[in-house]
């Protein structure tokens, strides 16, 4: 009798250890996961910031290159206003089929991605 209370308190004890083990298992994939999602969100944003200060002074340049072409302030900075409502357009038309699921897949494909097996069994 004193076998089988000794054999399920093991087993009991394996099943916790075991549950706990997946547990933390769990929680440090999704912390990497996490990480991995923010440091390419940082990554973006800091591109995001570059790009928007170059497109800036190539806008003012663009804007006095054709100022000085029609010979008006306001003419030169309309055609670059122009030329950005056109970029915006075309951005709000392919966003909806093209970028979100691009950025759907992207953030789908980190979640879903297969560990690397890194032990030496």
Known sequence: MQDNEDY???TSNLIKNYTEDRILLLKIQAAKKTGKIFSKLIFVMIS???IFLLLL???MMAGYYFADLSGS???GFSVVAGIYLTVLILFVILFRSYFSVKIMDAITQVFFE???DNSDE
């Open 48 to 50: 995001v910031m570059l």
């Open 8 to 10: 399920f308190e093991q």
């Open 73 to 75: 302030l306001y003419k």
């Open 57 to 59: 002074f190539i806008s």
């Open 114 to 116: 297969k560990e690397e």
